[in-house]
């Protein structure tokens, strides 16, 4: 089918798009005057739109939109790349979401969506972050509930900046400076349990790439008082950045920073899980308006992160996790497991939206009772 996307120097672009194939750039069509047999042929008479999706979550609205137009774009940046079976899958990723709606509340709850689960797929990283902050904080609830001498410490790991060319063994001698460091005497005396999660960041200014790690463990309460347990971070006696310093067999004294929650409560706990569960990369700093550069950006993650595990538990925390099956990258991003309270005998509508290329928007298209 063909779908018109807009007006270039004078002209309109036709985008042919062929299923299950990628978008081919089509001719550029003459532009015409408004009012012509032209626009008669794309527009034969005025229709309002149907109703544009509104997903809200305890007040938030849901990025829907924003998420997927980032997406497209990355789509287009994998075809520069050559890389046309992972930009089809991206690029079709999230095209159709069908929810289920309360009538008395007008909230939605996603029931079925066509996600492509590449790994700097926009929608399904934002999806995937939110999976993994529901099951982290799930496991660290059982674990406390289990354990309840446990409190968790939040650490992050970090080593010099490198090029793009770089980051493949930079991360190569990460994740096992991160094996090194776990295994540890001292580490394994102090540590039950523990979450990592690696984030990498892109600096514009320096063309550089920053890659860290984000851990949440779990200590027992005697820890911070126990001689030969607790392990200082000080800065004239840093030992959780001398062992990562040694487990990574590096030359410099890295940056670390470790922090304990003081007076526990839900709030607090969520929020540092949240930052440990956050996205790998943020698409802030991979899509950009500057197409070459998100080209340049892709390409260096792609091969980076390529077949990672970038999140692990261990310890306690694993026990747990392989209980309710969190151990790994999920793969069901649909159901997220949100405080949801819609009576599913009521719900009884499915509720379909689509992306409309041109437009880029979701909009309604097909309602069934079920």
Known sequence: MQNLIGNVNGNVTINIYSTPGAPIQGQMAPHREAGTEFAQEFAPEAKPLPERLVDEIRGKRQPWRPKKKKTIKLSKAMHELGQSKKANRVWWCSEELVFTECPETGKKKL???NFCRERLCVMCNWRLSIKTFYQLSQVMDIAQEENPNLVPIFLTLTVTNCSGDDLPATLDMMFS???????????????????RALEVTYNKEKDDYHPHFHALMVVDKSYFSTRGVYLHHEKENNEWAHIWRTSCRLDYDPVTDIRAVRNQHEGRNRKHVAEVA??????????????DLTVKIVNALGKALYRRRLFAYGGVLKEIAKRIKADREAEDLIHMDETSTMREDIANQL?????????????????FNY
């Open 177 to 195: 400076g991160w094996a090194r460091l776990t295994e540890h005497r001292r580490v394994r005396k102090a540590i039950k349990g523990w979450f």
């Open 111 to 113: 029931r079925m969506a």
């Open 351 to 367: 509720i379909i939206y689509k992306w409309d290329f041109g437009l880029a928007d979701y909009f309604r298209t097909d309602t």
């Open 278 to 291: 956050k996205y790998t990369v943020k698409d802030t700093d991979y899509i950009h308006e500057d197409e």
